[in-house]
């Protein structure tokens, strides 16, 4: 078993969802928290939750979109506690619309999807790498993707193609740690659905990204259908457990249900006996990721 107790973890988007219930979790083991959001209350929230049951954490605001934020997070995270060992670049948006082709899609949305989804992880890594491989310490790097950056098809675009860039550049982190012999190990989070606030990320697209056209709404129908997969679908607790038992066993990829496994399977064979591909729909796979224990 490694080693948790009193060693610090740094979570962004940890005022809500998987990023909130990862810092539960890792409070549990011991382990001290930097609660990072760029929603201040609900950080401010999550570390006070901590702190009353005897564990040991501190807020902090940050806009992962911004790589001075996320510099000024470290900076915090190392005066405060002295050393960071696991970074987790968690936070995430999707945009909210009803589904089009993807040439239909604002640049707003494809600015702020790759700003937090991708650039936010990718700030996350140049800030505190470099420090924590200085460090020395044996430490793990977190980066939340997502099943839509290993899947393909029409759905999502922006998301999903912010998120399959996410997911190279962490392969890469984990080449990279390998290669200089770094005791620091990497999961790369893909979860299929979880119930969380997601599905309301437009409360922290900033002004300047609200498209001129307004924000598509969503259709009624998809809105049920997502409302209703949402609610049913995996709690944030169980993926914080699977966290952290990848971390104990410094498992690389972590998918967190096999339904869309599949779907995988599919592009890679068409992609490697050069046939073109015959994508499945998102949606219609999410419609069996649900934990059956929860929906009885
Ligand atoms: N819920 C799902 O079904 C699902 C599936 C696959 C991947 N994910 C990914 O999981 C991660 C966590 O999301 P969640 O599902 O817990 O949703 P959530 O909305 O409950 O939590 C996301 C958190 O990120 C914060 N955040 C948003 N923009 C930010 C920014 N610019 N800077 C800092 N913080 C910011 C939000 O305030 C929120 O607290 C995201 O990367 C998301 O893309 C979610």
């Known amino acids: 078993m490694r080693n948790w107790k009193g060693k610090v973890a740094v979570i962004t ?121 200085a460090q020395g310490t044996d430490g793990h790097v977190v980066t939340t993707a997502s099943v839509a950056g290993v899947v393909s098809g029409a759905g999502s675009p922006v998301y999903s193609a912010a998120k399959t860039a996410a997911v190279r550049a962490t392969e890469a982190l984990y080449a990279s ?40 709404e969503e259709t009624p129908e998809l809105k049920a259908i997502a409302d209703n997969l949402y609610r049913s679908a995996i709690s944030p607790e169980t993926v914080a457990e699977m966290v952290f038992e990848a971390m104990e066993k410094r498992q690389f990829y972590l998918l967190t249900s096999d339904k869309f496994d599949h779907s995988i399977k599919l592009r890679s064979d068409a992609l490697l006996s050069r046939t073109n591909p015959n994508f499945e729909s998102l949606l219609e796979l999410s419609k069996g990721d649900v934990d059956e224990q929860e929906t009885a």
């Open 177 to 216: 740690l390998k290669d200089i012999g770094s005791p620091i190990g990497v999961t790369l989070l893909c979860p299929g659905l979880v119930n969380t606030n997601i599905y309301r990320s437009e409360r922290n697209r900033p002004s300047e990204l609200q498209p001129a056209a307004g924000v598509a």
């Open 13 to 133: 988007g940890a005022g809500s969802g998987m990023g909130e219930a990862m810092a539960h979790r890792f409070a549990k083991a011991g382990m001290r928290i930097v609660v990072a959001d760029i929603d201040l209350p609900a950080a401010e929230r999550v570390s006070a939750d901590i702190v009353a049951t005897g564990g040991d954490a501190i807020p902090f605001k940050v806009d992962v979109c911004s790589e001075d934020n996320v510099q000024a997070l470290a900076d915090k995270a190392w005066d405060h506690f002295g050393s960071v060992d696991v970074l987790c670049n968690n936070a995430g948006v999707v945009p909210s619309g009803r589904y089009r082709p993807i040439w239909e899609f604002p640049l707003e949305d494809w600015k702020w999807s790759f700003d937090v989804n991708l650039m936010g992880v990718v700030h996350g890594m140049r800030s505190f790498i470099p420090r924590m491989i």
